[in-house]
Nanobody
Framework: QVQLVESGGGLVQPGGSLRLSCAAS????????VGWFRQAPGKEREGVSC???????YYTDSVKGRFTISRDNAKKMVYLQMNSLKPEDTAVYYC??????????????????WGQGTQVTVSS
């Protein structure tokens, strides 16, 4: 049974940092692309970043240079380091795992499994 559990969200001031973590279980993470998506109130879900099994990374333009996705296959963990946070980064952040063999993309059309989400609020 595939399970994804996010943690690390919270309230942070503008300019601050957070590190989101996603613990994966029920499958071998090495064989799957992963990603982070977010959804702000009243907005559609947005792809933030994704990472292929060979290490290709993709970022939406608004987070380039500020966010970094990483993974530890041995620990079955996926991370999103978020620096220089802005109020517009406020959203529920979801960890995602793509179907096996799929090249990841920020549209999320081939996501096979989702986490439950963790709230990130950037406010002074």
């Amino acid at each position: 049974q595939v399970q994804l559990v996010e943690s690390g969200g919270g309230l942070v001031q503008p300019g601050g940092s957070l590190r989101l973590s996603c613990a994966a279980s029920g499958f071998t993470l090495n064989y799957y692309a992963v990603g982070w998506f977010r959804q702000a109130p009243g907005k559609e879900r947005e792809g933030v970043s994704c990472n292929s099994i060979i290490g290709r990374t993709y970022y939406t333009d608004s987070v380039k240079g500020r966010f970094t996705i990483s993974r530890d296959n041995a620990k079955k963990m996926v991370y999103l380091q978020m620096n220089s946070l802005k109020p517009e980064d406020t959203a529920v952040y979801y960890c995602a795992v793509f179907y096996r063999g799929v090249e990841p993309d920020l549209k999320g059309g081939y996501v096979g499994w989702w986490g439950q989400g963790t709230q990130v609020t950037v406010s002074s």
